[in-house]
């Protein structure tokens, strides 16, 4: 098992309101939100991972959460800054910000980009001003178009506008009219992803009406993909879709299997070492994570991963690629040779689900695809049987 690539998570948990289909770590306070005990606390949390690190290159950052852009450019500074100081960060790292539009005030992408921040992923689900007040979102689809344009001005080449489809009432037109209103601002990347009711979400607990059946939903997603590959933005992932070179480096290293540190509240790391690969993860609770975090020393365990979960995780995420995984990486992530695989993908075969390219790479066929969750399921076994995947 070799040590893969190794990049930094970090997670700002505050918004200004919580939207009914959120179920991230994020909390509502607004400039109420406690920021500079916060960052003193990421701070402090980046010196003790920097030992988990050792001499390993960052080659990306996120900031995620919650809304990062609530924090000034100056605050986020501070942080990238931190961190380039206690880690060895790439030269050429991708540095991506997440930005709501209703958050991000005029001038204020320039701010970010001097801050250090590279790659700005712009959430805004859709530009049909209807659905936005469905989806309880605090901006408008004019303030969208001023955010991408801002961070267009202010020097920003490598913008992500995130998208969802399968929203209450919404039909194949109004659908493909929020696509081509993202397209026409000429993003690097576009994340276009269905609407799911997850658990702990007032949308789960109160489903919204109208909501598009299967069908309707899966036809939205053809003509959508057709749209998105008609102009330009290729496919990479279940709901990743990019102009050439633009492809997301610090997803891609999530799906491929590599590793990340992880800062603030609630935010999962992954570690590969000589004795295995480990995931630890920080108090959820924003209050507790900087009470922890200011203490001298680390209070989380990495907890290493058995042979199943080990093999079923990877599953997990090289199978959301349309282009799938090599079987040379599969050994390197996991130590475990193709061997172990053998019994789940003849039966994913059979299924119709996976198939395997004449150099090596399994990847999912179109119904794969579309019922990835059922070729996901060919890989979970029970522990004593791991050996025999």
Same mark, same amino acid.
């Given at each position: 098992m070799t040590c893969p690539p190794l990049s930094l998570y970090m997670h700002l948990p505050w918004c200004v309101r919580k939207c009914p289909y959120c179920d991230f770590n994020s909390h509502t306070a607004g400039d109420a939100a406690p920021r500079e005990r916060y960052i003193k606390a990421l701070? +402090?949390?980046?010196?003790?991972?920097?030992?988990?690190?050792?001499e390993r290159e960052i080659q990306s950052i996120f900031l995620g959460g919650g809304t990062p852009s609530l924090f000034a450019p100056a605050e986020i500074g501070r942080l990238l800054d931190g961190a380039r100081q206690r880690l060895s960060v790439a030269e050429n790292a991708e540095v991506t910000m997440e930005a709501n539009p209703g958050t991000v005030e005029s001038g204020s992408p320039a701010g970010y980009r001097d801050a250090g921040v590279n790659r700005l992923s712009i959430g805004a689900q859709s530009f049909d001003d209807e659905m936005l007040l469905k989806l309880g979102r605090i901006h408008n689809s004019a303030d969208i178009t001023r955010a991408a344009l801002d961070a267009r001005n202010s020097g920003f080449e490598n913008i992500n506008i995130d998208l969802m489809h399968g929203l209450p009432g919404q039909s194949v037109d109004k659908a493909l009219a929020d696509l081509t209103s993202a397209i026409a601002l000429e993003p690097a990347h576009i994340s276009w992803y !269905?609407?799911?009711?997850? *658990? +702990?979400?007032?949308?789960? %607990?109160?489903? *919204?009406?109208?909501?598009?059946?299967?069908?309707? #939903?899966? &036809?939205?997603?053809e003509r959508g993909q057709a749209l998105l590959a008609e102009q330009g933005y290729q496919q990479y992932e279940v709901s990743a879709y990019a102009r050439a070179g633009r492809r997301c480096r610090h997803n891609l290293n999530y799906w491929l299997f590599g590793d990340y540190l992880a800062v603030g509240a609630g935010a999962h790391g992954k570690l590969t070492t000589a004795t295995g690969v480990?995931?630890? !993860?920080? *108090?959820?609770? *924003?209050?507790q994570y900087m009470a922890t975090a200011e203490t001298a020393v680390s209070e989380v365990t990495p907890?290493?991963?058995?042979?199943?979960?080990?093999?079923?995780?990877?599953?997990? +995420?090289?199978?959301?690629?349309?282009?799938?995984? #090599?079987?040379?990486?599969?050994?390197?992530?996991?130590?475990?040779? %193709?061997?172990?695989? #053998?019994?789940?993908?003849? %039966? %994913?075969? !059979?299924?119709?689900?996976? &198939?395997r390219s004449p150099d090596g790479f399994w990847m999912p066929t179109a119904l794969g695809s579309r019922f990835l969750n059922d070729l996901l399921s060919e890989f979970i076994v029970e522990e004593a049987s791991a050996g025999s995947i």
């Open positions: 701070l +402090n949390d980046l010196g003790k991972e920097s030992v988990l690190a050792g !269905q609407l799911t009711l997850e *658990p +702990n979400t007032i949308f789960f %607990a109160r489903p *919204p009406a109208q909501l598009p059946d299967d069908d309707l #939903a899966f &036809e939205i997603q480990s995931r630890y !993860q920080k *108090p959820a609770n *924003p209050l907890g290493h991963l058995s042979q199943s979960d080990l093999i079923f995780e990877f599953m997990l +995420n090289a199978l959301r690629l349309t282009d799938g995984f #090599a079987e040379t990486l599969f050994a390197e992530r996991t130590g475990f040779s %193709a061997k172990e695989l #053998a019994r789940a993908t003849v %039966a %994913a075969r !059979q299924k119709g689900l996976l &198939e």
